[in-house]
């Protein structure tokens, strides 16, 4: 059984830029939710997304913005960059709302 | 959600138990208690969960004090695979919560 996988590894942009990240959720999870984790802090919570609509979000602004596809795999877009938006992006894959999450390898972010 | 509070840092040394605990004495009756726990370049990962009763399973083992105020993450015989930060985290599936929310967990070192 695949697990949750996450493209690309790392990332390096400028201010003001604009970022896509994408997240394969494991075969039968139809949510996912995506944290920012800064570095020597835990994750913080982004949004979750069950069946293609969003089901929940943290206090982040809507220039972060995410979509939910058929298959359950899932993006995670971020207008604007600045420069505190530096960090590891992680999403995590659950086979319904409540259950254990399951974590990919997350994609690290510099804006320069 | 309910508040955890956790050692910032703990030693062990190899082939020995270590005992991680994590207080929430203002635990509601439906929260369960999750324990991840994020190795080094990775994301987190799912180790163990409770209500009331102790848990175990190939992982670790999961104490629970009577008053559901504490609790402890047994590893009962650390390596040096085992280093990582250590997340107590309370969730109540019938909360309208989403997330699981992060605190600074414990940084476990294991000592040859």
């Known amino acids: 059984e695949t697990g949750v996988t996450q493209s690309p590894t790392h990332l390096i942009k400028t201010r003001g830029q604009q970022v896509t990240l994408r997240c394969s959720s494991q075969?039968?999870?139809?949510?996912v939710s995506w944290y920012q984790q800064a570095l020597g802090q835990g994750p913080q919570f982004i949004f979750q997304?069950?069946?293609?609509?969003?089901?929940g979000r943290g206090n982040f602004p809507p220039r972060f913005s995410g979509l939910q596809f058929p298959n359950y795999s899932s993006e995670l877009n971020v207008n604007a960059l600045e420069l505190d938006d530096s960090a590891l992006y992680l999403c995590?894959?659950?086979?319904?709302?409540?259950?254990?999450?399951?974590f990919g390898p997350g994609t690290r972010l510099l804006v320069l | 959600d309910a508040k955890t509070t956790q050692p910032n840092s703990m030693e062990s040394n190899e082939e020995e138990p270590v005992h991680l605990p994590c207080n929430h004495s203002?635990?509601?009756?439906?929260?369960?208690i999750h324990w991840y726990r994020q190795l080094p370049s990775q994301g987190p990962e799912y180790v163990i969960h409770?209500?009331?009763s102790n848990v175990n399973n190939r992982m670790a083992s999961l104490a629970i004090a009577e008053d559901r105020k504490s609790s402890t993450l047994i590893l009962h015989r650390a390596t040096l695979r085992d280093a990582a930060v250590y997340y107590c985290?309370?969730?109540?599936?019938?909360?309208?919560?989403?997330?699981?929310?992060f605190g600074s967990g414990t940084q476990l070192t294991v000592l040859p």
């Open positions: 995590a894959s659950s086979p319904d709302i409540q259950e254990t999450q399951y």
């Open positions: 075969s039968g999870h139809n949510t």
């Open positions: 997304y069950y069946r293609e609509e969003e089901n």
């Open positions: 203002t635990i509601s009756g439906t929260d369960y």
């Open positions: 409770g209500l009331t």
């Open positions: 985290i309370l969730r109540d599936p019938s909360g309208s919560a989403r997330q699981l929310t």
